[in-house]
């Protein structure tokens, strides 16, 4: 499919107006295999306001459409969500993140058992990210 037609496809799905810079937004997530973050996306999109950018960021995770790809950095990043994902239930059971260490990109593997860890009496665990590190597939 048609890179256009799959955002406007995803916005509408999500009950997202078609706006420009969402198209273009989202387009980034749809060309990169890799997380993206603020900057990232600022790199590639010249005529963006960071206020655009960040409000987009904002909705689209609010919407399902992405989800926070938590790599263990203090640099928020970005990834497609899975179309299981809608607004307000994002659905990552199997889901982890990997970092490379080589080029820095952070992807999302999915189909993962994550085992449940046990916490100590007292703890309460509402969710589980694992990163995991070392080479990617294209850096090995
Ligand atoms: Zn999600
Ligand atoms: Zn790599
Ligand atoms: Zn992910």
């Known amino acids: 499919m048609a890179?256009?037609?799959e955002c406007e496809k995803i916005l509408k799905e999500r009950g997202l107006r078609i706006t420009k810079p969402r198209m273009?937004?989202?387009?980034?997530?749809?060309?990169?295999?890799?997380?993206?973050?603020?900057?990232?996306?600022?790199?590639k999109i010249l005529d963006i306001d960071r206020i655009t950018l960040y409000r987009t960021l904002k909705s689209f995770e609010e919407k399902g459409v992405i989800h926070k790809a938590i790599d263990g950095t203090d640099k928020p990043k970005y990834a497609l969500c899975e179309?299981?994902?809608?607004?307000?239930?994002?659905?990552?059971d199997s889901h982890l993140h990997f970092r490379c260490d080589?080029?820095?990109?952070t992807f999302c593997i999915e189909g993962v058992?994550?085992?449940?860890?046990?916490?100590p009496e007292g703890y309460h665990v509402k969710g589980t990210d694992?990163?995991?590190n070392g080479l990617c597939k294209n850096c090995s």
């Open 113 to 119: 058992a994550i085992p449940a860890i046990p916490a």
């Open 24 to 43: 273009s937004i989202l387009e980034q997530f749809l060309s990169h295999p890799n997380a993206l973050s603020h900057n990232d996306i600022e790199e």
């Open 83 to 92: 179309s299981s994902c809608s607004e307000h239930a994002h659905h990552h």
């Open 130 to 132: 694992i990163v995991l």
């Open 3 to 5: 890179i256009q037609l």
């Open 102 to 105: 080589d080029c820095n990109h």
